[in-house]
């Protein structure tokens, strides 16, 4: 079946540091993949999606590059803030009924 | 626009009282609806999803039931509920090529 699986966390930085969160998938066909964000106390944003191989989703200084040769969506960011402190979920859905399959999140705290 | 609406937004219950939380989309018409729960420390469990009115397919066997009354009202329910239901439970409604979007959750403590 469809799986999607993080690196655990949380992930402690310092503030304008580099940031990589790892997600690689198994799925059948060719998923779509999603990167979500939950803030504290919040319910789930969309931060950026890629439909197809090689496709580069961006938003908010976050980037994710769909790789299919290995099988991975990995979220990064040249320089964090205080404010992208929350919890980030890999997702993909495939074809048919757009079932969303998650991680199981990462926890990113950004200190000053 | 599309909007989502799930409340209440906070809920402690005792242990075998019933439950029923609420989702109501609007702007849109036969969405996919959804709920899922996040459990504390774990990642989000899709519990239920509905293609129409009426139709209910259950992921996970479990103490809760949904129901899809009206094409854009999506209801979770308990008879008695249980401590391990606590947790956080997000709504979601989907359509093709429109991407998911999400409630802004209910937590539930079962206490």
């Known amino acids: 079946g469809n799986s999607v699986t993080q690196m655990e966390g949380p992930v402690t930085l310092s503030e304008e540091a580099f940031l990589t969160i790892n997600c690689t998938y198994t799925?059948?066909?060719?998923?779509?993949l999603f990167w979500y964000v939950q803030y504290p106390g919040e319910g789930l944003q969309l931060l950026l999606k890629?439909?197809?191989?090689?496709d580069k989703g961006s938003n908010k200084g976050f980037e994710a590059t769909y790789r299919k040769e290995t099988t991975s969506f990995h979220l990064e960011k040249g320089s964090v803030q205080v404010s992208d402190s929350a919890v980030y979920f890999c997702?993909?859905?495939?074809?048919?009924?757009?079932?969303?399959?998650f991680g199981t999140g990462t926890r990113l705290l950004v200190s000053p | 626009s599309q909007t989502i609406h799930q409340w209440p937004a906070t809920l402690v219950q005792p242990v075998g009282s019933p439950l029923s939380l609420e989702c109501t989309v609007e702007?849109?018409?036969?969405?996919?609806l959804y709920w899922y729960r996040q459990a504390a420390g774990r990642g989000l469990q899709l519990l239920f999803y509905s293609v129409g009115i009426g139709q209910i397919s259950s992921e996970v066997p479990q103490n809760l039931s949904a129901s899809r009354p009206q094409d854009r009202q999506f209801i979770l329910s308990s008879k008695k509920l249980l401590l391990s239901d606590s947790g956080f439970y997000l709504c979601?409604?989907?359509?093709?090529?429109?991407?998911?979007?999400f409630g802004s959750g209910t937590r539930l403590t079962v206490v």
């Open positions: 997702a993909l859905t495939n074809t048919g009924f757009q079932k969303l399959v």
């Open positions: 890629a439909t197809k191989a090689d």
């Open positions: 702007g849109t018409s036969n969405p996919n």
């Open positions: 799925a059948t066909g060719y998923p779509s």
């Open positions: 979601a409604w989907s359509r093709a090529n429109a991407g998911y979007t």
